[in-house]
């Protein structure tokens, strides 16, 4: 479920002329038809460059992914497909790298899940998953998907920081773009993992490449100048008439990731930082062929479990 920022930030509107003009070859709804339906819903009218604590952060992303979810369902759906592990823009798929390991027989929570194809190809593999969203509207297309497929994974609607799981309950937790952008503490977050993984279990999440911060979400030429510090950890913050915020992303430098996971309780396995694929054209909001082909775009944290 690849969720990022969506505007250039350091504007002081949100523009139709700020994002990329399509997503994908054979979709239907434009990336700028998205942004603007859900921003409409939701009154959006800005950008703020503020601080934003957790409860704003939570009912800002709840609201903003349940206005979205059936256009983003609509732009992406073919490429996620039903069940299928796809881990990043870059077609890096899980049947290929298995970088979860093997799955069979092993309690699997998938964070932030969207429609649930991750889930349910661990299902498929023989896996006994879980998967659990902070969004209604992702969630109604992921029963949708299950009653589609008959692959009947179990939804939860909840916070990535607050898991509705029982301690030592999973052997392995996964996250493809879900939840972790947007939660003001993933410290907070590894550490309620730590708790329900048993000791020794494997936690992969994939996130965008924390050096993209500096450049505009443009897949295009002007994606290619850097505009950002990479150290503002100030949140993207889009707002409504009453400065509410009504979508938040969250930046941490590649440091900032190490640091909170091992303060977490986890060890740094793997680092992977996809190669753009010879012969992709998709575009998929700031992923593209041309910004591919000279820095990563995604990063894939392979940690395991530590202590008793």
């Not at 924390?210 to 707002?239: H, S, V």
């Not at 062929?289 to 820095?295: A, D, N, T």
Request: net charge negative.
């Amino acid at each position: 479920m690849y969720r990022t920022r969506r505007a250039v930030r350091g504007t002081n509107r949100v523009t139709s002329t700020a994002r990329p003009a399509r997503l994908g070859q054979n979709a239907t709804v434009t990336a700028q038809d998205r942004h603007e339906r859900a921003e409409h819903r939701l009154g959006t009218v800005g950008i703020a460059h503020r601080p934003v604590d957790a409860g704003e952060a939570v009912a800002a992303n709840r609201a903003w992914w349940d206005a979205d979810a059936d256009d983003y369902q609509a732009t992406h759906g073919d490429f996620l497909g039903d069940a299928d592990f796809v881990w990043c823009p870059e077609q890096v798929r899980e049947a290929d790298v298995a970088l979860l390991g093997d799955v069979g027989g092993r309690r699997v929570v998938e964070i932030g899940c969207g429609q649930a194809s991750c889930a349910r190809w661990l299902a498929l593999a023989g896996a006994y998953p879980v998967a659990l969203d902070l969004s209604g509207g992702m969630l109604r297309h992921a029963l949708d998907a299950n009653a589609r497929t008959g692959i009947d994974i179990p939804l939860i609607q909840a916070s990535a920081e607050e898991l509705p799981l029982a301690t030592g309950s999973m052997d392995l937790a996964c996250s493809a773009f879900g939840a972790l952008p947007f939660v003001s503490s993933p410290e907070t977050v590894f550490a309620e993992l730590h708790r329900v993984l048993r000791p020794g279990g494997r936690w992969v999440f994939a996130v965008t490449h924390p050096m993209r911060w500096i450049f505009p979400d443009d897949p295009g030429p002007n994606g290619l100048t850097a505009t950002q510090p990479y150290f503002d950890r100030t949140p993207y913050t889009e707002i409504d008439g009453e400065g509410r915020a009504t979508y938040v992303e969250y930046h941490r430098t590649l440091g900032d990731w190490i640091r909170a996971l091992t303060a977490g309780g986890f060890v740094l396995e793997d680092l992977v930082e996809p190669e753009w694929p010879e012969g992709h054209t998709r575009v998929w909001g700031q992923w593209s062929p041309l910004r591919g082909k000279l820095f990563p775009g995604t990063a894939i944290f392979r940690t395991r479990r530590t202590g008793p």
